[in-house]
């Protein structure tokens, strides 16, 4: 399951005469926020679970784990080129915030197991939005560099090109990620193999 926030390039655009060497990077922060679950069956730790979970803002219910991922776009560069304005660096940051259930432990050989393949699950899964998070860095940056403005008019066009970027590419991202938590892999599929596995252990 994911949040995501859009930010806008928030650096200057620094346009000068001539174009400098390209230089751009798309790095990846990632944190980890827990919260405590405990019982000695499988039904305790989901029943705390449900009661403990994230919850995301309009959505009912909680889940068992989240990835907030944000993207900060810095380092905007820019120079002209002949007639055109064009962006020659662009360095995108992916911030992911993972929020995960941690077992406190007290339970046999048998829940220790269910618990453990539950857990890696639910890494795997969160780790999946966070690469599609840095897709979309990827594709982000690619597009910036591909933009161009009117350099006879103060880079006309430029910035409507640049919204009219973030606009279609976030709406690949949104599709991508709802598209893999519908999967067999998503939490409309296998992930509920796990659920169901730790629930069984008594």
Not at 2 to 24: D, E, K, P, V
Not at 71 to 80: E, L, Q, W
Not at 116 to 139: L, P, Q, S, T, Y
Request: net charge positive; aromatic share 10%; hydrophobic share 35%.
């Amino acid at each position: 399951m994911i949040r995501h926030f859009l930010t806008a390039a928030a650096a200057s655009l620094l346009i000068g005469q001539g174009t400098a060497q390209s230089h751009a990077k798309v790095t990846v922060k990632e944190r980890t926020s827990y919260y405590s679950v405990s019982g000695k069956t499988g039904k305790a730790i989901y029943d705390q679970i449900v009661r403990k979970g994230p919850k995301l803002p309009g959505k009912k219910g909680s889940h068992v784990a989240t990835a907030t991922i944000s993207f900060d776009f810095r380092n905007v560069k820019g120079g002209i080129k002949g007639t055109r304005c064009v962006i020659t660096s662009v360095d995108v940051v992916v911030n992911v915030v993972y929020r995960i259930p941690k077992w406190t432990g007290g339970g046999g050989n048998d829940l220790k197991r269910a618990w453990k393949n539950f857990e890696d699950h639910i890494w795997r899964h969160e780790h999946r939005h966070r690469d599609i998070g840095v897709e979309f860095a990827n594709k982000m940056e690619r597009g910036f560099k591909s933009l161009t403005g009117d350099a006879r008019r103060d880079c006309h066009g430029l910035e409507i090109k640049a919204r009219e970027l973030g606009r279609r590419s976030r709406a690949w991202h949104d599709r991508k990620q709802k598209s893999f938590d519908s999967s067999w892999f998503g939490d409309g599929g296998r992930q509920f193999k796990y659920d169901r596995a730790l629930v069984a252990v008594k």
